[in-house]
């Protein structure tokens, strides 16, 4: 009897245990999930966004926004500057900072222009290695360049007058949007600079010129040098006569010279023109000029003319070539 009762006993606290085990062995695992984290408010501003406050919207040197990381909800930032026509611009160091979003947009209220990160140039002049900061003597000071205006996708030669330059000085050209122009075959003298800069690929507009010497120091002219439809200049010629009825090799020398180009030669109502012209880059055309009596030749002095065909533009030479007379030259 006692046996049967123990029996009864702990099949039933067996029983009463087994129901409550498979209650909790039901409970929804909701209940275990993480509690997701509040959401902040949507960032005001994104990448390229140049922004002040309601007092410094008007400065030339304001904060750029080079992204928003949503996960520490926090901007980075850098510095960008104006150019000389009033766009932006470029990047004066490499300088960024990290500021939180909710500070940021605090104070910086006002979004005054966007850019494109990516193409916005970083301009550090002083950013040479220490054994080259010492200065060694004046900061070099730029007069003018020559030309000031080139076409696009040419090879122009200049010249940068000034004084204080230094061998082994870098040169380049830069503007808003675009990398930075980087001078080649730079030759350098205290009182001159004359390099080459190639333009294919580039963009119109105004461009900025930096030079800087070997011991970090620089001068920056903005807004010197356009690169737009430049007309064609012509430097010289070789040679610069030729006998009638000859047929005369010649070689152009200037700047602003097309692929397609057209070489005249002018003598009152008469026009002769230069067979198979062929622009070699953009500062040199060679060409065969018939002097054929019969094409209208006559000896005396004839202006000549350069026409780039594709844009129109056409540059004329200031002296003249000069036909002479084969018979009088036999004589």
């Given at each position: ?135 060694s003597g004046n900061a070099p000071s730029i007069s003018k360049i020559s030309p000031t205006v080139a076409a696009r996708d040419t090879v ?176």
């Open positions: 009897m006692t046996g049967n009762y123990l029996f009864c006993l702990l099949f039933s606290l067996l029983l009463v245990f087994s129901v409550i085990f498979a209650g909790c062995s039901n409970e929804s695992p909701s209940a275990e999930t993480t509690t997701p984290l509040p959401a902040h408010p949507e960032a005001k501003y994104g990448e390229g966004d140049i922004i002040a406050t309601a007092s410094s919207s008007a400065s030339s040197t304001l904060y750029l926004i080079l992204n928003y990381d949503a996960a520490t909800d926090q901007y980075t930032r850098a510095v960008i500057e104006k150019n000389a026509d009033g766009s932006w611009g470029y990047r004066s160091s490499d300088w960024t900072e990290k500021s939180s979003r909710i500070t940021l947009e605090k104070i910086y209220t006002v979004k005054v222009g966007h850019v494109v990160v990516s193409i916005v140039p970083v301009i550090t002049p002083t950013s040479l290695s220490e054994t080259t900061r010492n200065p122009v030669s200049v010249t940068i007058t000034g004084s204080n330059f230094q061998d082994g000085a870098v040169v380049k050209l830069y503007k808003t949007g675009s990398a930075p122009i980087n001078a080649t075959g730079v030759s350098v003298t205290a009182f001159d600079i004359s390099c080459f800069f190639n333009l294919n690929g580039k963009s119109d507009g105004s461009y900025n010129l930096i030079v800087i010497n070997p011991d970090g120091q620089s001068d920056l002219q903005q807004a010197i040098f356009t690169i737009g439809e430049a007309s064609p200049v012509i430097a010289g010629m070789y040679p610069v006569t030729g006998a009638l009825n000859d047929k005369v090799p010649l070689t152009i020398s200037g700047q602003n010279f097309r692929d397609e180009v057209k070489v005249s030669f002018m003598k009152n109502s008469t026009e002769l023109v230069c067979d198979e012209p062929l622009s070699m880059d953009s500062s040199k055309i060679s060409c065969n000029l018939d002097l054929a009596t019969s094409r209208g030749a006559s000896a005396g002095e004839w202006n000549i003319t350069v026409l780039n065909i594709r844009d129109g533009h056409k540059g004329t030479w200031v002296k003249k070539f000069v036909v002479t007379n084969a018979t009088t030259e036999e004589n």
